[in-house]
């Protein structure tokens, strides 16, 4: 018999949510509860998982239990159990000895399981997690440095400045040898944290691991799963199933790529009207309906995925933290130069905001853009190898200019947003298809027939615009062109949308 079914036979003076006031630290021993069984030989080592209900998600305890050979009982007390060996968080070593036996006619043997159990112990927090919620406290901590050297310095009297400025000139030489070796450092950590990116064998900086990340992206996946928890589509709802059949071509059409096959693929399609789709390092994919409806064919939507895949792919989420925790380590230096010269508080803080946003305008929003661009490239080449037609990619990012134009959407350049235009993203795939296209046919997919997409739209585009010159000769009001609906003849709704890729034939 094992643990499990000697619990289960157990009375009902002793039920099993007792197990749950147990799971509380007490810092000492509890009775857990009587174990009668008729054969006490048959009880073997085991474990028992407790599940505690409450407002929040049900959390499974492991005790580990460690039956005891019988021991005689003088029965002056209690027996004395050796110290319980702790086996991690939630898990405990429990010692079962015979207790006295009960004059009852025909009862068992009793068993007294003890527990000790101390409180959890914590976690490491994830490097890229701690560095996140140590970002605000070094700024603050450069800020006080800088302001507090400032203070120092005008409460100097002036013959100590001018020791301090001759004690800064004789010493200038050993003060510049500690900057350039601090520099050297800094160049030294540089170069010996570079990798290569996968597929594209771009050279990149890289402090944080995927391991790292992927606790990171655990706890954001359960932020996401949090906000949109009533906003899931069921896995019967044909979008969902269209979005399932995408990825999983996808997936088994680049499982030569060595990064590709480490990830598990799990869907998640979300009632939102925005048009957005993201996966997190851990491989759990978000599509809003919103894309869904965007999107013409399902061609454009295998491109926008394979889009969203080859981040997770490649990486992007720790190259990017990576750049911005070496960036700011220098950024530390100017804000403490910053509050520490500038003579007044508001001056500082209006240097703070210029040093920041020249950070982010030379820095970060460049380098975002630089990875969009080569996800565009690595998300072209993931859907040429599954014999989707490239040629609709360019096709959506057209798309989406035309109807943002149409809705008098302010046109914003290109430098001020963390993504490339929608027409610098079209001429970019563009110039990409024809590579791509030769990929397809090497992995023996069926020849492309029908028209060009981009043709397609170039017409539609222009019946559009000859539209509307009718509309503006008829007086049409501005109100009244915002309200055009943009409608193509290989629009369709997603779910109608027969996911029937061509399959590449077998040797």
Not at 26 to 45: E, I, M, N, Q
Not at 82 to 90: A, D, K, N, Q, T
Not at 232 to 259: A, T
Not at 288 to 317: K, M, P, R, Y
């Amino acid at each position: 018999m094992s643990t499990w079914a000697g619990l289960r036979r157990a009375g009902s003076a002793c039920p099993l949510s007792r197990l749950v006031s147990l799971a509380k630290p007490t810092g000492g021993y509890r009775h857990l509860c009587c174990l009668k069984s008729p054969d006490a030989s048959r009880l073997a080592a085991g474990s028992i998982h407790v599940s505690r209900n409450g407002p929040e998600k049900s959390q499974g305890r492991l005790w580990q239990v460690e039956v005891g050979k019988k021991v005689p009982n003088s029965g002056r007390g209690p027996q004395v159990l050796p110290p319980p060996r702790w086996l991690g968080e939630g898990v405990l070593r429990a010692v079962v000895t015979p207790g006295p036996r009960t004059s009852r006619p025909g009862a068992g043997d009793v068993w007294a399981a003890r527990f000790i159990h101390t409180s959890s112990s914590l976690r490491a927090a994830p490097v890229p997690a701690l560095w996140i919620l140590l970002k605000p406290a070094q700024k603050l901590f450069a800020i006080i440095l800088g302001r507090s050297i400032r203070k120092w310095w005008k409460a100097l009297p002036p013959n100590k400045k001018e020791l301090f400025k001759e004690s800064v000139r004789k010493n200038k030489w050993k003060l510049l040898l500690g900057a350039c070796s601090l520099g050297t450092l800094y160049i030294i950590f540089y170069f010996t944290h570079l990798e290569e990116t996968p597929i594209t064998g771009r050279t990149r900086l890289l402090v944080f691991g995927k391991e790292q990340f992927q606790q990171l992206s655990q706890l954001e996946y359960n932020m996401w799963m949090d906000k949109f928890e009533n906003e899931m589509l069921p896995e019967k709802d044909p979008r969902y199933q269209v979005v399932k059949k995408v990825v999983h071509h996808l997936s088994e059409s680049n499982q030569d790529i060595p990064e590709f096959s480490e990830f598990k693929w799990v869907i998640h399609v979300v009632e939102e009207p925005g048009i957005n789709a993201f996966v997190l390092p851990n491989g759990q994919v978000f599509v809003f309906t919103g894309l869904l409806n965007a999107v013409s064919d399902v061609h454009q939507l295998s491109f926008i995925l394979g889009h969203e895949i080859a981040h997770a792919v490649l990486g992007h989420a720790a190259e990017k933290a990576s750049l911005v925790h070496f960036v700011d380590f220098l950024s530390l230096i100017f804000l403490t130069m910053i509050w520490a010269i500038c003579p007044r508080d508001s001056l500082a803080i209006i240097g703070q905001w210029i040093q920041s946003k020249m950070q982010e305008f030379m820095f970060d929003r460049p380098y975002s853009r630089t990875l969009e661009a080569e996800a565009d490239r690595v998300g072209l080449q993931l859907a040429a190898k599954a014999c989707v037609d490239v040629r609709a990619s360019s096709v959506f990012w057209q798309q989406m200019e035309l109807a943002e134009s149409i809705q008098g959407q302010p046109k914003l350049p290109e430098w001020l947003s963390t993504h490339p235009s929608h027409e610098n993203r079209a001429e970019h795939l563009d110039r990409l298809i024809p590579e791509a296209l030769k990929l397809r046919e090497s992995c023996k997919c069926p020849t492309l027939s029908g028209p060009d997409p981009r043709l397609i739209f170039r017409l539609n585009m222009q019946h559009l615009l000859e539209a509307s010159k009718e509309q503006k000769s008829q007086n049409a009001t501005k109100q009244d062109l915002t309200k055009v609906k943009v409608e193509f003849p290989s629009t369709q709704k997603l779910e109608n949308i027969p996911v029937g890729f061509a399959v590449k034939p077998t040797d």
